[in-house]
Structure formats: structure tokens, C-alpha cells
């Protein structure tokens, strides 16, 4: 017994080691990259810093320097969008999904889950398909390479998500925990505010981040709809690997800042995703 | 707390139906408990009178108000759910000050804590009160949910407990039945308490409302229920272990397994059923060719009872005894002198008939 234990142990332990560095590695590559010269990455590789090759700071002195009006733009905007787009979806998923879990509805033949199916079939389409008419939509409109635009377009292309995720949330709160309030003497909002909200807060956070993350990391709604004023950092880094030579050092520096907020955001979001949380209230 | 009328109260789900034309009345004050099975549409009736569902047809009265489309916090009740409902995000204290801090019912704070002080005593949860629900137990947490109803017992116009003790270890529930009796008197509540357990009934209820089905089978006081049950259907949910129905066949014929005795005294009497409660029956373990042969199919003593169950042919007889008399074995053969005059005859609908 206890040596087969042991034998797990040991097997977990070296599959959890192996997927670490499987998972990680690319990370420690960019930082180092982020620090070589243009001989220490065409005669690499190169892996350990001041034994393989001599740490330099000068793709940070270009990013903080000729091209700091480039980069705090196009990082500017990535946060707005992301932030303010996931806000926006989050917002009005809460509406919907809160409908689709605590009210019947008809509209013909749709019933609630048509509806939900409905919504969601929106993702089925890939955007590529939709981008297109977004370009001669927005450009009719006037939205291209504007900063609403694109928090229209992320909120528009998150919406079936978060509705999806928060519908689903709700309905697993019980609607007796609702109805208690209600016997308690608590009028709807009351309800809402006081019982609904805060037991719904895993929910909305997890759409909150997997929305976030979809318009951060979104690069083809960018590339079509943006030129340079709404620009955001996958475009940023991609134009820099485009140039005859790719300076991949510069592009590992930007990389680097571009995985910190999304970093920050789950770091700091994940305290409100109590997995326990409706534990308790019910038999 | 006020005179509640419930009148040809229809509720269906779909195509079943939950609650079928049901009417009754509860006055001021008064305790009614509601017997019934698991799914005879108890707990959707005391939805229906706390507004969380809407009755098809029927009207549902409060003194004077029709209450039909009221919504729950405009009706001023208390309600213990049976599926708890507590608020898991709040600590246990919280939950009991709900219903004391809600924008309808503020009380005064000195009340307030009083009030908490005097219902978790009560409930035996003083010790858990900064405690979240998801750090107590099943029974816990169904006090607390009784508590956060107990709490606005007084100002309300009426209590409704789905089976609020029912999770409960047997000793608790035991003592905790009076407990809640004289609670509930003290305050002068309107109750409308729902329960599976007969005992429980008989114990606290000032009437008993028997639901068959989704109708109202009996309504009547806890020794009427008892002493004359209106039908089969109510005879067999009073009592434990359960009433003995003999069928009668022709004039004083009784079908007793595979025996069939005459007995005089029922001849003139026109019955085709006889509901002979357990302790009606004595149990001899000496041959006896006037009484009825069986054996004993097991036993089980306890304290100062013990329940016997005989078989006679097929049919299996619940006796209950003191145990002081005799013990037996299984599968020991015994005769049973079955207190004939005492049982509760039925005619040909299954309803209880006076022997007179």
C-alpha cells in the first residue's frame, strides 16, 4: 500500500515537473529574448543569461524611448477594450441571463433554451465570415479605427459567451434562496441586490475574465477594423515582425508587458470565485 | 395573524395536478398541521399561501384580502422552507435578522437581538450564530431555517413550517415538538405546519387537515383524526406500526389470511372492511383453538414495547405489546386473541361506519 503510494506520488510529481516546463518554458524564453542582441538570437540558442550570452537592456530603451508613443497607445487601448467591452457584456448578460434563468418565455415556437441556443449560435459562425461585413458596416458608420467601435465590436462578439456563462450560473442558485427573501419582506431589486448578486459574483467574474481575455488576445477583429489610432498590441507586435528584419527582441519585450494584465486581472478577479459559495444554503 | 380562507383552490403542473379544489379555513391563533405522503401536494399548498405560487383557480383569503396575485413580501408571513433556503453568503445571525431588518418590517434593535437571543435558546443554536451555513450540519441548518421563520412569528399573519422539524435526530425532534407548541402558542401565531409524521400531528395540531391526493381527506381535531378516522386512507396514515385491515366477506365472514372466522358480532352490521389497531391484539403462546394460529415473523422490543408481526397465511398482523408480559422467537407459532369489538368498521367505499 504505502509503496504504491509512494510510486504514485513519485509518477505525479514527475508528470506535474515535465508539464511545468512544458507549459512555462515559453515564457522564460521571451524574458530571455527580451535581453539578447540581435547575434545572441541568430547564433543561439542561447539559454542562460551571463553564461551563454551578456544580458542587454536595449530593446527596453527602444520601447520606453522612440517608440513610446507607439506602445503606450496600442497598450492603452488593449486595457480599455478588454476592460470596458468585458464590462459592458458582462452587464448586459447579467440582464438576459437572469431572464432565461427565473422567467418562462414564448416567441413562437422558442422557448427559453431555443432562445439560449439562439444566442450562443452567434460563436458558431467563424468571425473571419463576419468581418467583412463588420469592415463595410463600420465603415458606412463611421466607427472604423475608433475606440468605441471597437469596445462595440468585443462587447458585440463576447455577448452569447457571457450570457451563456451567467445563465447557466444563475439557474444553479436555488430560487428558494429568492423566495426567502421575498417571505422575508424584500421587494425584487432587494432580492436581486442583497441575495442574487453577490451568489452570482463567481459567475459574473468568470464571464468577466474569459471575455477580458478574448478581446485582449483578439487579433483579427483589430487587424481588419483598426489602422493606427485604435491599434491594439497583437497589431503592434505583429507590424514589428513584419519589417524585413523581425526584431524579436523588441517583440519579446512587448509580449512580456502584454501578459501582465490579464495576469493582474485573474490574480486580483479569482479572490471573488468562491467555488463553495452556494454550499450551505440548501439540503 | 389573521383568519385565513382557502377556497376551491385548484394548482397544476403541466398536465398533474398538485392541489385539486381544495378548501379550508384557519382561524386567528389557531395551529393546523397538514398531514400527509411525501408528494400529496403539502409543500404546494403552503407555496400557494405565501404567494410563491399562483393557484389555476381558487381564491385565497387573509382576514378580508384576497391575496390571489400578492406577491410574497407584500403578505407579511414567515416561512421555514423544507428545502431550508438560507442565505449561504451570510452567517447563521444574519440570516435570523432577515426578516427583522427587511424594508417592510424594521424592528428595533434592542428587540432584535432579543428576539435572536430567545429563538436560537430555543432551537438550541446559540453557539452556531456566527457560523455560515455551509459549516453546519442537515439538522442544523433546517433549526436555522426554522429560526429565521420563529423570529417574525408575532408580527405576522401567518406561520408556514414545511416540515420544519423533520431532519432532525429523533431526540431533538422529540423534545423540541412541545418546544415549538408552546412557542408558537405563546405568540399567538397563526400556523399552517406541514408534516409526514402522525405523531407529530396528534402532538402539537389544535386541528389536523389529512391531504390525500391534492383533496382534503379529513379535517378535525387530533383525537377525532385518531379515534374515528373517516376512511381507510386516513385510518392507514394514523399510527404506528399501522392499523390491521381485515376484509369481510359476506355476513361476519373474516378474510384473516387464509382463515376465514365467524364472528356473530358482525352479522347484522353491513361492513366490508375491519381496522383492527396493533394493541387490540394479545398474542398467546399456548394452543388455543378458539383464537387464530400464526407465527411470528419478527420482533422488535422496544423500551417498555415491543412490536410483534405475525404472519397468518399470507397476511402479515402488526401487534404492539408491553414488553413486560412474554417475549417470543421467530418463527415461534402463536395464537392471537384479536380484540374484535374494538375495531373500526368500513363499508363498501372504504368509509368508517358506527356500529350503531
Redesign the interface.
Given at each position: 500500500m504505502d509503496k504504491k503510494n509512494t510510486l504514485s506520488k513519485t509518477l505525479r510529481t514527475v508528470g506535474l515537473i515535465f508539464w511545468g516546463i512544458f507549459a512555462l518554458f515559453p515564457v522564460y524564453w521571451i524574458i530571455i529574448t527580451a535581453f539578447k542582441q540581435s547575434k545572441d538570437i541568430y547564433q543561439g540558442p542561447f539559454l542562460l543569461p551571463f553564461v551563454d550570452f551578456q544580458p542587454t537592456i536595449a530593446a527596453w530603451t527602444k520601447l520606453m524611448g522612440p517608440s513610446k508613443d507607439q506602445f503606450i497607445n496600442a497598450l492603452t487601448n488593449s486595457i480599455l477594450f478588454a476592460s470596458v467591452s468585458a464590462l459592458i457584456a458582462v452587464l448586459l448578460g447579467s440582464f438576459a441571463g437572469y431572464g432565461l434563468a427565473r422567467y418562462s418565455y414564448k416567441y413562437g415556437n422558442m422557448k427559453n433554451n431555443d432562445l439560449s441556443f439562439l444566442i450562443i449560435s452567434q460563436r458558431i459562425m467563424p468571425p473571419i465570415v463576419a468581418v467583412i461585413a463588420l469592415f463595410a458596416i463600420f465603415s458606412f458608420i463611421k466607427l472604423l479605427d475608433t475606440k468605441v467601435g471597437m469596445i462595440l465590436v468585443y462587447t458585440w462578439f463576447n455577448l452569447p459567451l457571457t450570457v451563456y456563462i451567467i445563465t447557466d450560473f444563475i439557474s444553479r442558485i436555488?430560487r428558494?434562496?429568492e423566495?426567502?427573501?421575498?417571505?422575508?419582506?424584500?421587494?425584487k431589486i432587494?432580492q436581486i441586490f442583497r441575495?442574487t448578486l453577490?451568489?452570482a459574483m463567481p459567475g459574473l467574474t468568470a464571464a468577466y475574465l474569459l471575455a477580458f481575455f478574448f478581446s485582449w488576445n483578439d487579433f483579427l477583429l483589430a487587424l481588419m477594423l483598426t489602422f493606427r489610432k485604435a491599434s491594439t498590441l497583437p497589431i503592434m507586435i505583429m507590424n514589428l515582425s513584419t519589417t524585413d528584419n523581425p526584431q524579436w527582441w523588441f517583440i519579446s519585450a512587448v509580449g512580456i508587458i502584454s501578459i501582465i494584465p490579464p495576469m493582474i486581472a485573474a490574480i486580483v478577479l479569482d479572490h471573488f470565485i468562491d467555488r463553495?459559495?452556494?454550499?450551505?444554503?440548501?439540503? | 395573524m389573521s383568519r385565513i380562507q382557502i377556497d376551491r383552490v385548484t394548482k397544476k403542473y403541466g398536465k398533474v395536478i398538485a392541489i385539486n379544489n381544495l378548501s379550508f379555513s384557519c382561524e386567528d391563533s389557531e395551529l393546523i398541521i397538514v398531514l400527509g405522503k411525501p408528494g400529496a401536494g403539502k409543500s404546494t399548498l403552503l407555496r400557494m399561501l405565501?404567494?410563491?405560487e399562483e393557484p389555476n383557480e381558487g381564491q385565497i383569503y387573509f382576514g378580508n384580502n384576497l391575496m390571489n396575485g400578492v406577491?410574497?413580501?407584500k403578505r407579511?408571513?414567515?416561512?421555514a422552507?423544507?428545502?431550508?433556503?438560507?442565505?449561504?453568503?451570510f452567517l447563521v445571525k444574519q440570516n435570523m435578522l432577515?426578516?427583522l431588518m427587511?424594508?417592510?418590517?424594521t424592528i428595533d434593535k434592542n428587540l432584535r437581538e432579543k428576539r435572536i437571543h430567545e429563538v436560537s435558546q430555543l432551537l438550541e443554536i446559540e453557539p452556531l450564530l456566527e457560523r455560515?451555513?455551509?459549516?453546519?450540519s442537515?439538522g442544523q441548518?433546517?433549526r436555522v431555517s426554522l429560526a429565521?421563520a420563529l423570529v417574525?412569528a408575532e408580527d405576522t399573519n401567518c406561520v408556514f413550517l414545511d416540515e420544519p422539524i423533520s431532519?432532525l435526530d429523533a431526540r431533538l425532534r422529540n423534545s423540541l415538538r412541545g418546544e415549538l407548541k408552546k412557542y408558537l402558542k405563546d405568540k399567538k401565531a397563526t400556523v399552517i405546519y406541514t408534516t409526514a409524521d402522525y405523531a407529530e400531528a396528534l402532538g402539537i395540531a389544535d386541528r389536523i387537515l389529512i391531504i390525500i391526493d391534492g383533496t382534503v381527506r379529513m379535517f378535525a381535531s387530533p383525537d377525532k383524526v385518531f379515534d374515528e378516522p373517516k376512511d381507510l386512507g386516513v385510518a392507514n396514515m394514523i399510527g404506528d406500526p399501522k392499523i390491521n385491515i381485515f376484509e369481510v366477506n359476506g355476513k361476519g365472514t373474516i378474510q384473516v389470511g387464509d382463515l376465514t372466522p365467524t364472528l356473530k358480532y358482525f352479522e347484522k352490521v353491513q361492513a366490508k372492511y375491519i381496522g383492527i389497531r396493533p394493541l387490540d391484539i394479545n398474542i398467546m403462546s399456548s394452543k388455543n383453538l378458539d383464537l387464530i394460529p400464526g407465527t411470528v415473523y419478527v420482533t422488535e422490543p422496544i423500551g417498555y414495547d415491543q412490536i410483534v408481526r405475525v404472519m397468518v397465511g399470507s397476511k402479515m398482523i402488526n401487534i404492539k405489546m408491553p414488553l413486560e408480559n412474554n417475549t417470543f422467537a421467530i418463527n415461534q407459532p402463536v395464537w392471537l386473541d384479536i380484540n374484535w369489538k374494538n375495531g373500526l368498521i368500513f363499508d363498501n367505499d372504504g368509509m368508517l361506519k358506527g356500529l350503531d
Amino acid at each position: 500500500m504505502d509503496k504504491k503510494n509512494t510510486l504514485s506520488k513519485t509518477l505525479r510529481t514527475v508528470g506535474l515537473i515535465f508539464w511545468g516546463i512544458f507549459a512555462l518554458f515559453p515564457v522564460y524564453w521571451i524574458i530571455i529574448t527580451a535581453f539578447k542582441q540581435s547575434k545572441d538570437i541568430y547564433q543561439g540558442p542561447f539559454l542562460l543569461p551571463f553564461v551563454d550570452f551578456q544580458p542587454t537592456i536595449a530593446a527596453w530603451t527602444k520601447l520606453m524611448g522612440p517608440s513610446k508613443d507607439q506602445f503606450i497607445n496600442a497598450l492603452t487601448n488593449s486595457i480599455l477594450f478588454a476592460s470596458v467591452s468585458a464590462l459592458i457584456a458582462v452587464l448586459l448578460g447579467s440582464f438576459a441571463g437572469y431572464g432565461l434563468a427565473r422567467y418562462s418565455y414564448k416567441y413562437g415556437n422558442m422557448k427559453n433554451n431555443d432562445l439560449s441556443f439562439l444566442i450562443i449560435s452567434q460563436r458558431i459562425m467563424p468571425p473571419i465570415v463576419a468581418v467583412i461585413a463588420l469592415f463595410a458596416i463600420f465603415s458606412f458608420i463611421k466607427l472604423l479605427d475608433t475606440k468605441v467601435g471597437m469596445i462595440l465590436v468585443y462587447t458585440w462578439f463576447n455577448l452569447p459567451l457571457t450570457v451563456y456563462i451567467i445563465t447557466d450560473f444563475i439557474s444553479r442558485i436555488p430560487r428558494d434562496i429568492e423566495y426567502a427573501a421575498a417571505i422575508d419582506g424584500y421587494g425584487k431589486i432587494h432580492q436581486i441586490f442583497r441575495i442574487t448578486l453577490p451568489l452570482a459574483m463567481p459567475g459574473l467574474t468568470a464571464a468577466y475574465l474569459l471575455a477580458f481575455f478574448f478581446s485582449w488576445n483578439d487579433f483579427l477583429l483589430a487587424l481588419m477594423l483598426t489602422f493606427r489610432k485604435a491599434s491594439t498590441l497583437p497589431i503592434m507586435i505583429m507590424n514589428l515582425s513584419t519589417t524585413d528584419n523581425p526584431q524579436w527582441w523588441f517583440i519579446s519585450a512587448v509580449g512580456i508587458i502584454s501578459i501582465i494584465p490579464p495576469m493582474i486581472a485573474a490574480i486580483v478577479l479569482d479572490h471573488f470565485i468562491d467555488r463553495q459559495l452556494l454550499s450551505g444554503g440548501t439540503r | 395573524m389573521s383568519r385565513i380562507q382557502i377556497d376551491r383552490v385548484t394548482k397544476k403542473y403541466g398536465k398533474v395536478i398538485a392541489i385539486n379544489n381544495l378548501s379550508f379555513s384557519c382561524e386567528d391563533s389557531e395551529l393546523i398541521i397538514v398531514l400527509g405522503k411525501p408528494g400529496a401536494g403539502k409543500s404546494t399548498l403552503l407555496r400557494m399561501l405565501a404567494g410563491i405560487e399562483e393557484p389555476n383557480e381558487g381564491q385565497i383569503y387573509f382576514g378580508n384580502n384576497l391575496m390571489n396575485g400578492v406577491a410574497p413580501e407584500k403578505r407579511n408571513v414567515a416561512m421555514a422552507f423544507e428545502t431550508y433556503a438560507l442565505y449561504p453568503h451570510f452567517l447563521v445571525k444574519q440570516n435570523m435578522l432577515s426578516p427583522l431588518m427587511s424594508p417592510n418590517n424594521t424592528i428595533d434593535k434592542n428587540l432584535r437581538e432579543k428576539r435572536i437571543h430567545e429563538v436560537s435558546q430555543l432551537l438550541e443554536i446559540e453557539p452556531l450564530l456566527e457560523r455560515k451555513p455551509s459549516q453546519l450540519s442537515g439538522g442544523q441548518r433546517q433549526r436555522v431555517s426554522l429560526a429565521r421563520a420563529l423570529v417574525k412569528a408575532e408580527d405576522t399573519n401567518c406561520v408556514f413550517l414545511d416540515e420544519p422539524i423533520s431532519h432532525l435526530d429523533a431526540r431533538l425532534r422529540n423534545s423540541l415538538r412541545g418546544e415549538l407548541k408552546k412557542y408558537l402558542k405563546d405568540k399567538k401565531a397563526t400556523v399552517i405546519y406541514t408534516t409526514a409524521d402522525y405523531a407529530e400531528a396528534l402532538g402539537i395540531a389544535d386541528r389536523i387537515l389529512i391531504i390525500i391526493d391534492g383533496t382534503v381527506r379529513m379535517f378535525a381535531s387530533p383525537d377525532k383524526v385518531f379515534d374515528e378516522p373517516k376512511d381507510l386512507g386516513v385510518a392507514n396514515m394514523i399510527g404506528d406500526p399501522k392499523i390491521n385491515i381485515f376484509e369481510v366477506n359476506g355476513k361476519g365472514t373474516i378474510q384473516v389470511g387464509d382463515l376465514t372466522p365467524t364472528l356473530k358480532y358482525f352479522e347484522k352490521v353491513q361492513a366490508k372492511y375491519i381496522g383492527i389497531r396493533p394493541l387490540d391484539i394479545n398474542i398467546m403462546s399456548s394452543k388455543n383453538l378458539d383464537l387464530i394460529p400464526g407465527t411470528v415473523y419478527v420482533t422488535e422490543p422496544i423500551g417498555y414495547d415491543q412490536i410483534v408481526r405475525v404472519m397468518v397465511g399470507s397476511k402479515m398482523i402488526n401487534i404492539k405489546m408491553p414488553l413486560e408480559n412474554n417475549t417470543f422467537a421467530i418463527n415461534q407459532p402463536v395464537w392471537l386473541d384479536i380484540n374484535w369489538k374494538n375495531g373500526l368498521i368500513f363499508d363498501n367505499d372504504g368509509m368508517l361506519k358506527g356500529l350503531d
